[in-house]
C-alpha cells in the first residue's frame, strides 16, 4: 500500500493512501452477507440471499457505502503501521474521493504536543498569604455562631438590609395575573439577593403595611418564561429584625463546647488557623503546578481538546444519573446557561491536557522511571479495593503487562512523581517573601497520641495529592462535542 504523509497543522498529519477496486469488491462480498442477514427478502431465509439479489435490494450506491464502510477501518490501521507517530486520538477521516482504481482515502492523525521549552521547576518562591488569623476573621466567625443562635423580633421602623419581611406578592403582565409568580406570606432577607432582580432596592426603608409596585424579569426558576418582564405588586405584612444573643461567658458555656469567651476565642483561632492552612497548603499545591501551566508555550491540537471534553462530559453524565437529576434541573440550580458551561468544559479540559503536557514533560527531563514496587502498590491499592478479596495483585501485574493498561498505569504514577518534583522545588511564601510553615499544629492534648505518626487527613508540606479534574460537563450538547 502507498501511504503519503504531509503535515496538517502542529501536531497534526495527513495520511493518504489509496484502496483498490478489488479491495472494494471483495469488501462488497462481505457487506452483501451482512445485510442479507439484516432484510427481509421475499423467497429467501435470513442470510442466504446473493450479492445481486442484496445489490438490487439496497441500490449500488448503499452496497458500495457499505463496502467502504467495512474495508476503512482494516486498511487505516495497516496505513498507520508505518506510520511512526503515537496518537492521541483516533484517526479522523477527511476526505473520500474516486479515483480510477478505486477510493484516495485521507485521515488526520493528532499525535500528542511536546514543549520545546519546560519552564523552570526549581527554586521558585509560590505567593499563598500568610496563615495567621486576623481578629476580623475571628470576629467574623464568631458572629456567624450568634447568628445561628439569634430570634426574629417584631419592630416599628423603616427597613434595612438584613430584616426580614413577610411579603404578599402578585405578578400581572399588562393587566393580566401570573399566578405562578405570586405569593403569600413569604418570608424575606432584606438585602439577600435570592428572590427577584431588583427587588432589594425598593424594599430598604419600607414599613410594616406599605404597599408598592415594581417592574422586573421572572427569574430563572420559571424556564422559558424566565426574563419575561411583568409587574410585581407587593405588600409588607410583618417586619422583623433578627437579634442576636449576648456574647456572655454563661452563653458560650451553655451553647457550646468552651467554658468562656476567652477559650472560645483561643480555641477558635486554633481551628481556624489549622483550617487556614489546610487552604493555603490546598493553594500552595495549585500554585505550584498552575502557574507553570500558565507560562507554558505550547499549541494544543483542536482534536485532543474535543476529546478530552467529550470525556469530562461522560463522566459528569453518569454523575447526574446516578443523582437522578435532569441537565435542565441542573442549568437552573448553578445558574448556567448551556454555553457558558460548555465553555467552562472547554476551558478545564485545556487546562487537564496543558498539565498532563508539562507533568509528562518534567518526567522525561529529570529522568523519573517506575519501579516494580511503585507499580506493585498501586496494584496493591486496587486489590484492597475489591471487596470480593478476589483480586490478586501479582496475577493482575502479570495479566497487565505489556497492555496498554500498563502504559495507562506507569503514566499516571510518572505524573504523580513529576508532580511531586515540582512541589519540592517549590517554597510557600506570604506577601512580604518570608517563608511559610505550611505543616498542620498538633494540639497539645493530641500530642502524646500521635506524636511522629501522620493522622489521615492532615495536610503535610510536600505531600501529593492527586485526583480527577473536576468538570461539570452537561448532557445535552450538540454533535460538534461528540466523539468523531
Known amino acids: 500500500m502507498s501511504v503519503t504523509v504531509t503535515d496538517a497543522g502542529p501536531f497534526e498529519k495527513l495520511v493518504t493512501f489509496t ?23 421475499p423467497g429467501f431465509r435470513p442470510g442466504r440471499a446473493p450479492r445481486p439479489i442484496v445489490e438490487a435490494t439496497v441500490g449500488k450506491d448503499r452496497l458500495r457505502s457499505e463496502a467502504i464502510d467495512e474495508v476503512l477501518p482494516e486498511k487505516v490501521g495497516s496505513a498507520l503501521e508505518g506510520v511512526d507517530f503515537e496518537l492521541a486520538v483516533s484517526p ?3 476526505s473520500l474521493d474516486d479515483v480510477e482504481d478505486g477510493i484516495e482515502v485521507s485521515v488526520k492523525i493528532t499525535t500528542w504536543p511536546t514543549l520545546d521549552e519546560i519552564p523552570e521547576i526549581h527554586d521558585r518562591m509560590i505567593d499563598v498569604g500568610s496563615t495567621e488569623v486576623t481578629d476580623e476573621e475571628l470576629t467574623e466567625q464568631i458572629e456567624r455562631i450568634r447568628d445561628q ?57 419600607v414599613s410594616s403595611g406599605d404597599t408598592l409596585s415594581f417592574d422586573g424579569p421572572l427569574p430563572s426558576g420559571f424556564g422559558d418564561q424566565a426574563g419575561r418582564e411583568v409587574t410585581f405588586a407587593i405588600t409588607v405584612t410583618n417586619l422583623r429584625e433578627k437579634v442576636r444573643p449576648d456574647l456572655t461567658d454563661d452563653w458560650v458555656d451553655e451553647v457550646t463546647e468552651f467554658e468562656s469567651v476567652g477559650e472560645m476565642r483561643t480555641e477558635m483561632r486554633a481551628q481556624l488557623q489549622q ?33 478530552e471534553m467529550d470525556e469530562l462530559l461522560h463522566r459528569f453524565g453518569h454523575r447526574l444519573e446516578e443523582q437522578e437529576l435532569e441537565f435542565a434541573d441542573y442549568l437552573e440550580v448553578t445558574g448556567f446557561t448551556q454555553e457558558a458551561f460548555l465553555a467552562d468544559v472547554r476551558s478545564q479540559a485545556e487546562q487537564g491536557v496543558r498539565t498532563r503536557l508539562l507533568l509528562d514533560a518534567v518526567a522525561d527531563q529529570e529522568g523519573l522511571e517506575v519501579s516494580e514496587e511503585e507499580f506493585g502498590a498501586v496494584l496493591a491499592g486496587v486489590a484492597a479495593r475489591d471487596e470480593s478479596g478476589q483480586t490478586d495483585p501479582s496475577a493482575l501485574r502479570e495479566m497487565l503487562r505489556g497492555t496498554p493498561e500498563e502504559k495507562s498505569i506507569t503514566g499516571d504514577i510518572l505524573r504523580n512523581k513529576a508532580l511531586e518534583t515540582i512541589l519540592s522545588g517549590a517554597r510557600p511564601v506570604d506577601e512580604a517573601g518570608n517563608e511559610v510553615d505550611l505543616t498542620v499544629p498538633i494540639p497539645e492534648t493530641e500530642a502524646d497520641v500521635v506524636e511522629g505518626e501522620v493522622v489521615d487527613g492532615d495536610v503535610v508540606q510536600g505531600e501529593v495529592v492527586t485526583g480527577e479534574i473536576v468538570a461539570e460537563p452537561a448532557i445535552d450538547v450538540d454533535s460538534s462535542t461528540e466523539e468523531e
Open 275 to 307: 483550617m487556614k492552612i489546610q487552604a493555603l497548603a490546598n493553594r500552595f499545591r495549585e500554585r505550584a503546578l498552575e502557574e507553570l501551566v500558565e507560562v507554558m508555550t505550547v499549541d494544543v491540537p483542536e482534536a485532543i481538546v474535543r476529546s
Open 149 to 205: 443562635f439569634g430570634s426574629l423580633e417584631e419592630v416599628d421602623r423603616p427597613s434595612v438590609s438584613g430584616d426580614f419581611l413577610t411579603l404578599d406578592v402578585a405578578a400581572t403582565d399588562e393587566g393580566l395575573p401570573v399566578e405562578e409568580a405570586s405569593a403569600s406570606d413569604l418570608v424575606y432577607e432584606v438585602g439577600s439577593g435570592l428572590f427577584l432582580e431588583g427587588i432589594d432596592e425598593v424594599l430598604v426603608g
Open 92 to 94: 479522523q477521516l477527511e
Open 19 to 41: 484502496v483498490s477496486e478489488t479491495d472494494l469488491e471483495s469488501a462488497k462480498t462481505q457487506a452483501a452477507r451482512r445485510l442479507a442477514k439484516e432484510l427481509k427478502i
